[in-house]
């Protein structure tokens, strides 16, 4: 007889989930049903999905890890698994886009993080539905100082994913079931098994999330547009950077701090060199149909300053408000910058990408 299936959060814990399958002799007539939240802080992201996209009649909702990803609100752990999946990762947004906020089973509703008490399944909001921080507001407001299991009173039974329950599966007043176990962070791996209500897990191997938040950090660090960012926001990210004690963070941050100066140390000799041409391109500069020769030279907009007298030392970044800006000026302008090395382009230990 075939069964419905219902998986907790997996967070890409790929290992635990073959060995819960395993252990319930899953056949290829049982269907899958996760509750959301696939990927993310666990370390095999990328063969949970496929597994999933890959296995015929597997249902997964949308969690709010999932959201996350489609609206491009990436935080760290989205950051990872974007590296991970690298040139595969448009098309996990794509495939994650289509995913449902509920399924309706004959014994259960599944949903991956809440429900509004007495309001029709297809009025719901889908916040609600997947547990994003509004959702979980929304619901906050509406019941304060009690969790929405608490105030449930339809019929049939909800299964939900999203919040730590414990070690163990959860019920409430036997019409709600939480089955997220902390898989990710060392805990179980759950899931509830229909017709007959039974409830199967097994023990992650590690606390994956905190062994994958060390292992990434310089990989995500390096990935970010450092190139694009302005000198304030250059300040603002060191000032974080400088709260965090891990190695690899301490060196890309002094890497970063020197590079930064560097740029600045570069001002002194670009302004020496765009005087220069400010005065070769004084006729241009003084005959307004000719501007547009002007124009068309690097960094012009320095060009213009100078001749109106208002470009100095201290006034450089109001033109040029990137480092980045700065370093391809003055190459522009014929000055040495092979010395200003850019952190997150050095090579990694061990010749790692």
Known sequence: MARDIIIGDIHGCFDELLQLLDAMAVTDDDRLISVGDLVDRGPQSAEVWEFFRDRPGAVVLMGNHERKHVRGVLTYAQQIVELQLGERYPEFRAWAATLPYYHELPEVLVVHGGFEDGVPLASQREDVLAGTTAGARYLEHLHPGRYWTEVYSGTKPIVFGHHVVGDRVQTWSDRVWGIDTGACHGGYLSALVL??????????????????????????????PWADYTFERLERELAGLRRREHPDVLAFRRGLEAWVAQARELVPALLQRVAARTLELEPCLR??????????????????????????????????PRPMAIVEAARAYGIDTQHVEAPWERPLAGGAA
Do not use: M, N, Y
């Open 195 to 224: 017709p007959g209500f039974e409830v199967h897990q097994v023990k992650a191997r590690h606390d994956h999330w905190q062994q994958q938040r060390q292992a990434w950090q310089l990989p995500v660090l390096r990935s970010r």
């Open 287 to 320: 005959d307004r149909s000719r501007r547009g020769e002007v124009a068309r030279e690097p960094a012009a907009a320095l060009l213009f300053a100078c001749h109106a007298g208002t470009l100095g030392a201290q006034t450089i970044e109001g033109h040029l």
